[in-house]
């Protein structure tokens, strides 16, 4: 465990990658929605904030008072967009943290992505702690400061998001076992034709169609099941398996937006893995650029073996050929 702490290396660009992912999604909600429909209207009058906790105290929306609430959206949604531009991410990680718990203790219907954003955040100021590049998409330092107490700080943070989002995969995986429907292989074809939370847009006729072949229903629910109970697995794993979590986390949640839309968890939960896989991506960016330079090396050879035509004869030469 030592070691493995000594080795970790706290500057990722991946880990800003997800980073940026969350705090756009998270940005989209307050960019797309106006106040009135985070704030559900009750009687006529905007609902008040439970500020009674200490935690929901030092939510944005408790601390401005009276403050119109769509200029504090539009504060919050500045600071998400300074937290995805990647600038000085040992320190925005704070500044992430209380926008995700100002959204997800505040608005009067947080879904499933504002709960994990508000745990992801939380543990990405850990994983940050010895991150002291002036921008996250910059090439990490190699003369990192590994044996302090920071960077045992960034490897807890770290194994936090890692645990915690293979935890949530797992929980879901298993969570759709005893539901007959799931259980069954039925449960797409019930979904794409729910009524409020069912397919719709461009795609909604293709999936009511496939979803009625009784294969692509077994498949696609059954499939959800397995993906879900892997993405755990993997992300518990090493290097490149870490990475393959992070593709497998993608493809799924995308199909699950061209169907239902959800568009910002599902965004937040692919920054959420690609978090977790940081660690396995960055080791295995150089292999896949050296695949590849070599893929791209050897087709340039095949291109240049080719023989070219051979010129024309000149109207001299057809004359001697014909004598």
């Known amino acids: 465990m030592e070691r493995s702490a000594w080795r970790f290396p706290a500057e990722s660009r991946a880990l800003g990658a997800g980073r940026s992912i969350i705090a756009l999604a998270q940005a989209s909600i307050l960019a797309f929605t106006p106040a009135s429909h985070l704030f559900v209207p009750v009687g006529g009058a905007e609902i008040e904030v439970d500020c009674s906790t200490p935690v929901q105290g030092v939510s944005l929306y408790c601390l401005a008072g009276s403050t119109d609430r769509q200029f504090l959206n ?73 044996g302090s107490i920071w960077q045992g700080l960034a490897w807890a943070g770290w194994w936090g998001v890692r645990l915690q989002v293979a935890y949530i995969y797992l929980n879901s995986a298993l969570a759709k076992l005893p539901v007959d429907q799931w259980a069954e292989g039925s449960a797409t074809y019930y979904v794409a034709r729910m009524e409020n939370f069912g397919a719709a847009g461009l795609f909604a006729d293709l999936f009511h169609w496939a979803t009625g072949i009784t294969l692509i229903a077994l498949l696609s629910t059954w499939g959800t099941i397995f993906a879900e109970g892997l993405i755990a697995f993997l992300l518990l794993r090493r290097g490149s398996r870490q990475a393959a979590a992070a593709t497998i986390s993608a493809c799924l949640h995308v199909l699950i937006i061209l169907q239902i839309g959800i568009v910002s968890f599902g965004f937040i939960m692919v920054g959420a893995v690609i978090c977790a896989a940081s660690r396995g991506i960055d080791s295995n960016a150089p292999r896949s650029k050296s695949l590849f330079s070599r893929t791209r090396n050897s087709t340039r050879g095949i291109h240049s073996s080719v023989p070219t035509d051979p010129e024309p004869a000149s109207k001299t030469d057809a004359v001697t050929l014909g004598a």
Do not use: M
């Open 74 to 146: 539009l504060l919050a949604l500045t600071l998400l967009l300074i937290v995805a531009s990647g600038v000085l991410p040992r320190y925005t990680t704070v500044l992430h943290f209380w926008a995700s718990l100002s959204i997800g203790q505040s608005i009067s219907l947080p879904d499933g992505g504002d709960a994990v954003a508000q745990v992801v955040t939380f543990f990405l100021i850990l994983a940050c702690a010895n991150d002291k590049r002036t921008w996250h998409w910059q090439q990490p330092n190699s003369e990192e400061e590994k």
